[in-house]
Protein backbone atom coordinates (compact mmCIF):
# COMPACT_ATOMS: atom_id res chain seq x y z
CA UNK A 1 0.00 0.00 0.00
CA UNK A 2 3.07 2.34 0.63
CA UNK A 3 4.80 1.89 -2.08
CA UNK A 4 1.24 2.48 -4.36
CA UNK A 5 0.98 5.72 -2.42
CA UNK A 6 4.81 6.55 -3.17
CA UNK A 7 4.00 5.48 -6.45
CA UNK A 8 1.26 7.89 -7.17
CA UNK A 9 3.08 11.21 -4.89
CA UNK A 10 5.62 10.90 -7.62
CA UNK A 11 3.96 10.79 -10.91
CA UNK A 12 1.61 14.10 -9.53
CA UNK A 13 5.43 15.54 -8.47
CA UNK A 14 5.97 14.85 -12.17
CA UNK A 15 2.68 16.06 -13.96
CA UNK A 16 2.64 19.19 -11.61
CA UNK A 17 6.36 19.99 -12.50
CA UNK A 18 5.27 19.61 -16.12
CA UNK A 19 2.61 21.83 -16.06
CA UNK A 20 4.58 24.19 -13.78
CA UNK A 21 6.86 24.46 -16.52
CA UNK A 22 3.99 25.43 -18.89
CA UNK A 23 2.09 27.36 -17.61
CA UNK A 24 5.13 29.71 -16.66
CA UNK A 25 6.55 29.71 -19.78
CA UNK A 26 4.95 33.16 -19.92
CA UNK A 27 7.36 34.50 -17.56
CA UNK A 28 10.14 32.87 -19.22
CA UNK A 29 9.57 34.86 -22.88
CA UNK A 30 8.32 38.02 -20.70
CA UNK A 31 12.31 37.58 -19.36
CA UNK A 32 13.79 37.54 -23.03
CA UNK A 33 11.72 40.37 -23.94
CA UNK A 34 12.73 42.58 -21.40
CA UNK A 35 16.36 41.15 -22.26
CA UNK A 36 15.90 42.12 -25.84
CA UNK A 37 14.55 45.84 -25.18
CA UNK A 38 10.96 45.19 -25.85
CA UNK A 39 9.38 47.81 -23.52
CA UNK A 40 5.84 46.83 -23.36
CA UNK A 41 6.57 44.83 -20.13
CA UNK A 42 5.70 46.21 -16.91
CA UNK A 43 7.99 45.18 -14.16
CA UNK A 44 7.49 46.35 -10.82
CA UNK A 45 9.18 47.79 -8.22
CA UNK A 46 10.53 46.06 -5.21
CA UNK A 47 8.28 47.12 -2.36
CA UNK A 48 11.63 46.89 0.06
CA UNK A 49 14.12 48.78 -1.72
CA UNK A 50 11.88 50.43 -4.62
CA UNK A 51 14.58 49.58 -7.23
CA UNK A 52 12.92 48.33 -10.44
CA UNK A 53 16.20 47.34 -12.61
CA UNK A 54 17.07 45.00 -10.34
CA UNK A 55 13.53 43.19 -10.49
CA UNK A 56 13.72 40.03 -12.75
CA UNK A 57 10.47 37.26 -12.63
CA UNK A 58 10.36 33.96 -11.18
CA UNK A 59 10.11 31.12 -13.16
CA UNK A 60 8.94 27.94 -11.80
CA UNK A 61 8.90 23.89 -13.46
CA UNK A 62 11.64 21.82 -13.18
CA UNK A 63 15.00 23.00 -14.51
CA UNK A 64 17.57 21.36 -16.71
CA UNK A 65 20.97 22.28 -14.76
CA UNK A 66 22.07 23.32 -11.04
CA UNK A 67 24.56 25.34 -9.04
CA UNK A 68 26.70 27.74 -11.56
CA UNK A 69 24.99 26.38 -14.74
CA UNK A 70 21.67 27.24 -13.34
CA UNK A 71 23.02 30.96 -12.12
CA UNK A 72 24.31 31.81 -15.36
CA UNK A 73 21.68 30.70 -17.16
CA UNK A 74 19.50 32.81 -15.28
CA UNK A 75 21.89 35.32 -15.40
CA UNK A 76 21.83 35.07 -19.52
CA UNK A 77 18.35 35.34 -19.93
CA UNK A 78 16.97 37.50 -17.35
CA UNK A 79 15.39 35.83 -14.61
CA UNK A 80 15.43 33.72 -11.14
CA UNK A 81 14.21 30.09 -10.97
CA UNK A 82 11.42 29.17 -8.10
CA UNK A 83 11.38 25.76 -8.38
CA UNK A 84 8.97 23.53 -9.16
CA UNK A 85 5.95 24.21 -6.90
CA UNK A 86 4.45 27.23 -8.42
CA UNK A 87 4.18 29.94 -5.38
CA UNK A 88 1.98 33.21 -5.07
CA UNK A 89 5.02 35.30 -5.88
CA UNK A 90 5.99 36.10 -9.54
CA UNK A 91 8.73 38.73 -8.96
CA UNK A 92 12.35 38.58 -7.24
CA UNK A 93 14.98 41.70 -6.36
CA UNK A 94 18.47 40.97 -6.93
CA UNK A 95 19.55 43.38 -4.79
CA UNK A 96 17.03 42.48 -1.54
CA UNK A 97 16.90 38.84 -2.41
CA UNK A 98 13.48 38.91 -1.60
CA UNK A 99 10.33 37.08 -3.55
CA UNK A 100 7.45 39.40 -4.20
CA UNK A 101 3.45 39.30 -5.69
Known amino acids: ???????????????SCSFAFAVENIEISGALKKQTGNENISYPSCPICKSKSNVVPIVYGEVMFTGAELKKYEE??????????????????????????
Open 1 to 15: MAKNISMIFAIFLTI
Open 76 to 101: EHGYVSGGCVIQPEKWFCKVCKKRFK
